[in-house]
């Protein structure tokens, strides 16, 4: 595959659609025991007392099954957990590269993992359970940033940060969203629409998350205080990553529950890029013309 990343993702995520496609499954929510029939896999549940990984990929000779982790009580999560494990079976490589312990592969899914391998599958599970053809009209029906990644978990059955990764995947709307830890950055996605505003920084896993944020207050809390809490507030895109120009934008806080974990939807309606140079800097030609008038940023 590429070496860019940003490309490869999207390769991942066709590679999952395909699959989809080519065993006439291309509809929400994606039936993951059919696909798991139609090529052969068992799936079984994992004891609820095992922890510490998210599913496992087993193989003898030619045989595959998947066990997948019940422990979280989280039905979108266990859904991206065998994903994941589609994934190790179907992108080319993995099956010849990951480990396996007497026949058996350990994963971490969740875009928690560092593992080269182990994030291909997890972008493999994301475009496998919300396939890019089937989003992008929910998209299109729903309201900008939380709403959005709301819509998108209630078709898809899918965890809410999974959907709020594919939601920053496909959007047209300049957003981002971050999931913290204890007020450090878990990781951090931008669309491609914010990514065109100049100047900005990029938080990095492990930074501390902006102080005066609403999230940092939220994280500071003590967690039985902040459970289930859902808050917005609107702030400045400045407060979060810096830049050249003030862009005024919704911060939506939604806690994560039992894992610790807090995620942040961004989202800037109705800005445009103010980096365009005055008319008379361009020459009159088409490209010029496309340039001036296309808006980086839409609502």
């Not at 052969?40 to 990984?53: N, Y």
């Not at 000779?61 to 066990?67: A, K, L, T």
């Not at 917005?232 to 979060?240: G, N, R, V």
Request: proline share 3%.
């Amino acid at each position: 595959m590429t070496g860019n990343p940003d490309l490869k993702q999207k390769q991942l995520m066709r590679r999952a659609e395909l699959v989809l496609q080519e065993h006439g499954l291309l509809t929400l929510p994606v039936d993951l025991d059919a696909l798991a029939q139609a090529v052969g896999i068992h799936l079984r549940e994992m004891d609820r007392r095992a922890e510490g990984v998210s599913g496992m990929l087993m193989r003898y000779g030619d045989q595959f099954g998947i066990m997948y982790a019940t422990h979280t009580d989280n039905e979108g999560f266990e859904r991206f957990s065998i994903g994941h494990e589609f994934g190790h079976y179907f992108v080319d490589g993995h099956l010849d590269h990951i480990p396996f312990d007497r026949g058996v592969h350990r994963s971490r899914a969740g875009f928690v993992s560092e593992e080269p391998y182990e994030r291909e599958a997890d972008y493999f599970s994301a475009g496998l359970l919300m396939p890019t053809s089937l989003i992008r009209p929910i998209l299109r029906r729903a309201r900008e940033g939380l709403p959005s990644v709301e819509a998108i978990r209630s078709e898809a059955k899918a965890s809410l940060t999974a959907s709020a990764i594919r939601y920053i995947n496909e959007t047209d709307d300049a957003a981002a969203i971050v999931v913290s830890r204890q007020g450090r950055v878990d990781y951090c996605f931008k669309s491609e629409a914010l990514k065109q505003l100049k100047g900005q920084n990029w938080l990095r896993k492990g930074a501390a998350l902006p102080t005066g944020t609403l999230t940092a207050s939220v994280a500071a809390r003590p967690a039985a205080e902040r459970q289930g809490r859902r808050e917005e507030i609107e702030t400045d895109i400045l407060d979060w990553f810096g830049g050249d120009r003030t862009v005024r934008t919704v911060e939506q806080v939604v806690d994560l529950g039992r894992y610790d974990r807090v995620l942040t939807v961004l989202s800037c309606a109705q800005i445009v890029d103010d980096t365009y140079e005055d008319a008379d800097e361009f020459e009159e030609s088409d490209e010029g013309m496309e340039a001036r008038w296309t808006p980086r940023f839409r609502r």
